[in-house]
Structure formats: structure tokens, C-alpha cells
């Protein structure tokens, strides 16, 4: 499954990446498998995603769960709590 | 109406024409947050927003439909600013029109209280000691649930 990742904020600089396009393999199938897919890879992944504290997510633009799942060709992003106002 | 921008805004062209537009309005609520120059003990030379484009206009149009819902209102404007911003600037403004003042207050909140925990904004400082991710705080959370309390009662 193809799917575009996209980072903001703290974690975007720790990745050293806005976006990136994975093809994931097969029964990466939720944001959590997501997350864990792309630490697997080490760095920067790991420290980035250990490092930020409490990382969120959002599929095709929605606030996600870790439990929320993916399809074919979703925009998924991570981003740290949000802090605008 | 919702406006993500880097420029400022006019507050009272937009309150004139929020006003002016329906003889219905007997209440107009506004709150226009700005940026502070102390933060955490740090002096804060600096802000700068970095937003989720797309993601963020969805977020802030949802946020006013679900105080529309609520709330019988008129209009609500939402406009916040993104990039560099410096102590004394506005960031953000949000107008809501009603027919009486309780509506109009309580859903101006609302929608503060909303967007400071789901739309897709993150504030990076420059102090005197380098940049910093200003972290979200456990208070706005609160802020926020305290609409879901009243709601359940």
C-alpha cells in the first residue's frame, strides 16, 4: 500500500523531512502499525518519534487514532499536540 | 467564515461588517489573542506559526459548525495568522454574532477553547537562548472538556 506521510513542528525538524511517500508492506494497516513501521527503519525515525512527546495523527486531513486505519494512497500526517490560539 | 493568513487583520473593518450585514444581530462577542513578550521566564523576541494547510481550514470550519449547532448564531468569523509574528501582534481573531450577548460570549469561548486543542497550529519561540517548540498545555485540555461536562448534564 502506497501511502504519503507528511511531519509538522518539532517533529518534522527531527525527521529533517516535511513528507515522504512509503510504500508500506502488507498488514501495515493502522496508524499504530504506521508508526511502528517507520521507527523500525532506526534513524532519524526513532529519535524522532521518542523524542517528541505525545505524537498525533491525522489521516486525509482528520484527527486520527492509533487504531484508525489506512487505505491506498492516504495523506497520514504526525505532528506533536497542537499549540495555536 | 474561516481565514488561515500571514498578514494582519482589521478588527474593527470586521466587526463593522459583521454588524451592518443583518438587522437580526443584537450581540457581537470578539476575542483577539496576541502575541506576549514573556513566556515560561523566557523573553520571547519572536513567534512564528507553522499550520497544516488544508487540514487547518477543515478543522476551524468544523469547530464553528459545532458551535452553530449549539448555539443559535448569526455569523462566526475565524481568522488566524500564520509565519513570523512579534510581541504586540494580533494572532488570531474570533467574532460571533447573535441575538443576545449569552450565545454570543459562550460561543466565542467555545471556539477558542476548540481551536487551541484541535486545529492543526504549532508555535515555535526565539528567546535569547535559541528556538523553541512551545509545548501544549494540560489546562487548554481542560478548557476544552469542560464543554463536553456541560454538555452531559
Known amino acids: ?85 | 467564515m474561516v481565514r488561515v493568513q500571514t498578514g494582519p487583520f482589521d478588527v474593527n473593518e470586521e466587526i463593522e461588517r459583521l454588524r451592518a450585514a443583518d438587522p437580526r444581530v443584537g450581540a457581537i462577542a470578539c476575542f483577539i489573542g496576541v502575541v506576549r513578550d514573556r513566556n515560561d521566564g523566557s523573553a520571547i523576541a519572536s513567534m512564528t506559526l507553522e499550520h497544516y494547510s488544508g487540514m487547518t481550514e477543515k478543522a476551524l470550519d468544523a469547530i464553528v459548525e459545532q458551535a452553530r449547532r449549539r448555539w443559535d448564531l448569526y455569523d462566526v468569523l475565524v481568522i488566524h495568522r500564520v509565519g513570523e509574528l512579534r510581541p504586540t501582534d494580533p494572532i488570531v481573531l474570533v467574532i460571533v454574532t447573535s441575538a443576545h450577548r449569552g450565545e454570543a460570549f459562550a460561543a466565542c469561548e467555545f471556539v477558542m477553547d476548540y481551536l487551541k486543542t484541535e486545529a492543526p497550529f504549532w508555535k515555535q519561540e526565539a528567546t535569547p537562548d535559541g528556538k523553541r517548540w512551545v509545548d501544549a498545555r494540560d489546562s487548554d485540555g481542560v478548557a476544552r472538556e469542560r464543554w463536553n461536562e456541560e454538555e452531559g448534564r
Not at chain 1, 491525522?58 to 486520527?64: G, H, T
Open chain 1, 1 to 85: 500500500m502506497k501511502v504519503t506521510v507528511l511531519y509538522f513542528a518539532a517533529l518534522r525538524e527531527r525527521v529533517g523531512r516535511a513528507r515522504e511517500e512509503c510504500e508500506v508492506p502488507e498488514g501495515v494497516e493502522t496508524i499504530d502499525a504506521l508508526r511502528e513501521w517507520l521507527i523500525a527503519r532506526g534513524e532519524p525515525w526513532v529519535g524522532a518519534f521518542t523524542r517528541v512527546k505525545s505524537v498525533r495523527a491525522a489521516v486525509d486531513q482528520s484527527m486520527a487514532r492509533g487504531d484508525t486505519p489506512l487505505r491506498e494512497g492516504a495523506e497520514v500526517a504526525f505532528f506533536p499536540p497542537v499549540t495555536g490560539g
